[in-house]
């Protein structure tokens, strides 16, 4: 019995059938190759651009450079634009990750009367677009008179950005073992080392998520910037007043350096992140 | 109060303790004492409220009514961080973010003692794991990880240690082992151990004082030995071991025993062993102590006749017999395979017989299948 | 009694600056809204006149656009769906230790500004890109077919730049899924797509609500996608919003407008959740 076994001949598979079982094995990882190719295709371009020899408009290639990477400066404005992009990013990021975690932690960890009502008021500048979110404030700011720029662009971006703080945050208190806190709690840890030891160093990563998203959405918005900045430029601003004209090729190379920047950051946070838990 | 309460030693009395859930009673007014220095093992199925009143021991659950003493101090509303009692959680709950070091030396840490280093491995050796200080919880083994618990909890000193199910998550022989372990650390610490577990066994080799609870209240409480021999209610009786019930009325009385018709014929039992309250009564007689006899062997003691083994399993040690009673009743007998005596077939008419001093018996009024481990009831509903 | 103030404590900060800076407006919006200009004023003043013909006028005037919006959003949300998915599915479940790297490479494009990458679409579809003339010379296309301003480009971009927010709410609740409950349903005779329909798919539920709701509510109310890809044919309700503000300072029109967006936007999301029934976005 086990000799014809060993007798019958290896049976060959044709290619054909071979290539088909290997994509049909692998469907969901090419698919995956192919969306991560379309996300990536503007980056590439704009990074590829970035090395451009434009001149005054990129739109056309005229041949390889390094000198706006030398200079990411050089255009009028972008230096400025960028700075003020991550001042405003910086101040929104601290106040909404603070405000936020602070009504994460009540809404996460507290039974209270008017939670879901909370709730509610949370869900709602994530279900107003932003057109709406900018324009509304504008009105107010009009009203108050009060002009638009630097100040009025930071409370406006705190606004969109609180909802996700929120959001993020009460996802990881959410995920947070009760169990623990009691531990703590039984091995004489009052309410507040409690919260200092076990609660605060297990949610630190959904409030680092937080802040990062914060920043990104914040660093990145265009609509409600344009509403309430008045003459103030910001980066994506920028990018759309000269898309007119012409975008110089250092802003290419500012939104590149940004993404491998940010790559980077992630990268060895997550590194970090690791060794810690190890 | 703070200070005193964390201080506190001594007996653990809770007092008409209840814990009800809107309109469902989980720990339904319960009054025990535990005594210092003992290991005692609260023993009960799924869902009768054992984590329920350790959490209020704890103090980690506000108790609805009643209240706890530790010695003379109440601490019935006293917050969980100024009680001396420490928790080994049924899941562990070791903190993710720190060290098996950090993990134990936590408590201290909170109460600012300052011969961390030394305490800490000491107990780690204790617990036989000094190499896993610098490894986080997620690096160790079910088994580990228990031990690390434990460790954490008892190297507070604390009066009183609860383990709810510590054991539960771990393999049948990893358990056996840790239940040695378990003793032995008592022993050695000399600390009061409060154990929850649903394993009977576990809380038989374990604990010098057994409660068996139900639907939140304590159903008897005593030795492993006192509430084997001498159950008091039919559900200890079929939850600890197995027991045959036998349905009777009490008919007389000759001296220290109790004269009980079952069926129409008489046995005997002794008085200090009935938990009837009026003349109707169950006489309880453990499967081990029957003995089986052909009907024309003579026997003493008390005797039932005209059985007839209706199966016979063997099981190395023993031969377990089922034996059809002329009123219908199966007893279940268990006999050592110890002499030479050829064991008895299916179909044999026999008598079955038993030391009278064996004989328990309860209220005539209980379910005596009450705490079987398969009640009738549930087969019939299928 | 602390323990009952703590919570409303912490709420406090946060609900005052939201009530001042998010509540505040939006009633202040509604006020705008039924303003008209003061005869013989200024341009960009207006007094209370409690005219809610603004509403009607409004929309009867940007039809069109509004429905754009809706169709626009609701193509872009299907698309980001179709491609955030098996993504997302992938990145929980096949790519092993890179699963971090995979989820840091979704958000990465995040921090080339959006708008660069809006452009960049604009010139690799444009006429000097290499998409067109590479799909002339195949006869894909015919010469004068273009593939910028039009609803195409439009849906493609808002589907791109909404991506990121699809796909992560989607990969958290696929990544909570325990694999052993997927290789239970295969051990109860369950095949691939039953397994999926019956398991993978409602337990991904409240991802799929998130993700769907996160795209659609920013892309009906786009403006810079149509602005940047589209032509005057593609215009949406946020491009007259915008203009109404900035260009024709008509601000009742663009208060009304922006109300009427917000409410309908939020009636179909209460429709939608109810449907759904999920809470575990809130
Ligand atoms: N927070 C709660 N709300 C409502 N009922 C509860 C709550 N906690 C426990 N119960 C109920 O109280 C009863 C006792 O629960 P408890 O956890 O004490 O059981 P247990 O004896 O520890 O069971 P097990 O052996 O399964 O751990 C159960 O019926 C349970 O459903
Ligand atoms: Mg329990």
Known sequence: MSQKIQQAPIPTIPLGARIQRWVGRNLIKIYAFIAFTYLFIPVAYTFAFSFNDSGKSNLIWKGFTLDNWRNPCGAPEVCNALGNSIKIGLIATIFSTILGTMIAFAIGRHKFKGRSTSNLLIFLPMATPEIVLGASLLSLFLVLEINPGFWPTVIAHIVFCISFVVVTVKARIASLDPKLEQAAMDLYANEFQTFRRVTLPLVAPGIAGAALLAFSLSFDDFIITNFNSGTLTTFPKFIYISAARGIPAQANVIGSAMFFLALTLVIVGQLANRRRVR | ?382 | MRKIRTPYLLLLPGFAFLFTFFILPIINLAQTSTQTRIPGGDTGQYEQTLRFTNYFDAFIENREQFTRSFVYALLATLLALAISYPLAYAIAFKSGKYKNVLLVLVIAPFFTSFLLRTIAWKQILGEEGFVVPTLRTFGIISDSTTLTSTSFAVVMGMTYNFLPFMTLPLFASIDRIDPKTLEASGDLYANGITTFRKVTLPLSMPGVVAGTLLTFIPAAGDYVNAAILGSPNTKMLGNVIESRYFRVVDYPTAAALSFTLMVAILILVTLYIRKVGTEELV
């Open chain 2, 1 to 382: 109060m703070t200070k005193a309460s964390i201080e506190a030693r001594g007996d653990l009395r809770l007092t008409r303790l209840t814990k009800s859930y809107g309109d469902f009673t989980a720990v339904d007014d319960l009054s025990l004492t535990i005594p210092k220095g003992s290991f005692f093992a609260l023993l009960g199925p799924s869902g009768c409220g054992k984590t329920t009143t350790l959490r209020m021991i704890a103090g980690l659950e506000e108790p609805t009514a009643g209240s706890i003493y530790l010695g003379e101090t109440d601490i019935t509303t006293t917050k969980p961080y100024q009680r001396p009692i420490n928790t080994v959680f049924q899941n562990y709950a070791l903190f993710p973010h720190l060290t098996i070091f950090e993990n134990i030396a936590f408590g201290l840490r909170r109460r600012g003692k300052s011969d961390v280093k030394e305490a800490v491995e000491k107990v780690l050796n204790l617990v036989e794991l000094p190499h896993l200080a610098q490894r986080k919880p997620t690096q160790l083994s079910g088994g580990q990880q228990q031990r690390i618990a434990l460790a954490r909890a008892i190297v507070n000193r604390p009066a009183l240690l609860l383990l709810d199910e510590p054991l539960g998550a771990l393999d049948l022989k990893l358990r056996r082992q840790m239940q040695i372990e378990l003793k032995w650390i008592q022993k050695e610490v000399g600390l009061t151990f409060v154990h929850v577990t649903h394993d009977q066994e576990e809380a038989m080799t374990m604990a010098d004082t057994i409660a068996v609870m139900n639907e939140g209240q304590i159903e008897q409480m005593g030795s492993p030995a006192d509430l084997y021999d001498n159950p008091e209610t039919a559900y200890v009786a079929n939850f600890l071991g197995q027991s045959n019930l036998i349905k009777g009325t009490i008919s007389g009385n000759d001296g220290d025993s109790q004269i009980v018709d079952l069926f129409g014929q008489k046995i005997s039992l002794p008085k200090s062993r009935s938990h009837a309250v009026d003349n109707s009564t169950y006489a309880g007689i453990r499967p081990e102590k029957f003995r089986i006899s052909l009907l024309e062997t003579p026997v003493k003691g008390n005797v039932l006749t005209g059985g007839r083994i209706e199966d016979v399993s063997y099981i190395g040690v023993s031969t377990q017999y089922q034996v059809e009673m002329p009123w219908g009743q199966e007893l279940m007998v268990f006999e050592q395979n110890d002499d030479g005596v050829a064991p008895f077939k299916k179909g044999d008419a026999v008598n079955i017989s038993w030391e009278p001093a064996f004989t328990f018996g309860l209220r005539g009024d209980e379910d005596a299948t009450a705490g079987s481990e398969v009640a009738p009831e549930v087969l019939d509903e299928e």
